[in-house]
């Protein structure tokens, strides 16, 4: 069985340019979740998806940070315009169910705002 | 707040030498909590999941513990591939769907 997939694996953008990340989650789990760690910090939830709607967004820091999941499969979360700040890995996450059901996570996207 | 505190944050071990990490957590009505292993440039890798006090799961030579204020993993005679950074993360009660990770304990099993 895949794992959950995200791409790219690194990316470095200049201030003020727009960066969009995807995760493709584990097959048939309906729960996705988007995490970040930023430099020297424990990881933060960001949000998080049933289908392709919107469960819980308390932890996504601005409106320049817009996720989207269409049809419930694939999702991406575009950053416009980035800022130095949000520098740092971001995570994707997928379960069967909500908590407490375990989260797998995808390997991170490295994201390097100049 | 909710929070998750690790210690300790870096552990180097001998090979053979066992040892136990902790989590406590102030995360109110915590319903559960998970451990997951880190290797550098990977994402988090689950390795359990803990729901009440007094329960315990094993694998390998990782042997998780809970009680009403923190969670331990034991490491049995622990061997190189064993290092990495170990993170737990707390599960709230209630309608949070949110899990709040600790900062991790970085271990390295020296051969």
């Known amino acids: 069985e895949a794992g959950v997939t995200q791409f790219p694996s690194h990316s470095v953008i200049e201030k003020g340019q727009t960066v969009t990340l995807r995760c493709d989650p584990i097959s048939g789990h309906d729960n996705l979740y988007w995490y970040r760690r930023v430099m020297g910090k424990e990881i933060k939830f960001l949000l998080h998806?049933?289908?392709?709607?919107?469960?819980?967004e308390s932890g996504m820091p601005n409106n320049r940070f817009l996720a989207e999941r269409t049809g419930g499969t694939y999702s991406t979360l575009k950053v416009q315009p980035a800022e130095l700040e949000d520098s740092g890995v971001y995570f994707c996450?997928?379960?069967?169910?909500?908590?407490?059901?375990?989260?797998?996570f995808g390997p991170g996207t490295r994201l390097t705002v100049t | 707040e909710d929070q998750v505190t690790q210690s300790p944050e870096a552990l180097r071990l001998q090979e053979g030498e066992s040892s136990s990490l902790n989590c406590s957590y102030t995360v109110s009505g915590l319903r559960g909590l998970f451990w997951y292993r880190q290797d550098p440039g990977k994402g988090p890798e689950f390795l359990f999941t803990l729901y009440s006090a007094g329960e315990e799961k094993e694998k390998e030579r990782l042997k998780a513990t809970l009680t009403k204020k923190e969670s331990f993993l034991h490491i049995t005679a622990p061997k190189p591939e064993d290092s990495a950074t170990y993170l737990c993360a707390g599960i709230p009660s209630g309608s949070a769907r949110q899990l709040t990770f600790g900062s991790g304990t970085q271990l390295t099993v020296l051969p």
């Open positions: 996450a997928s379960s069967a169910g909500p908590l407490p059901y375990e989260q797998y």
């Open positions: 998806f049933v289908k392709e709607s919107k469960q819980d």
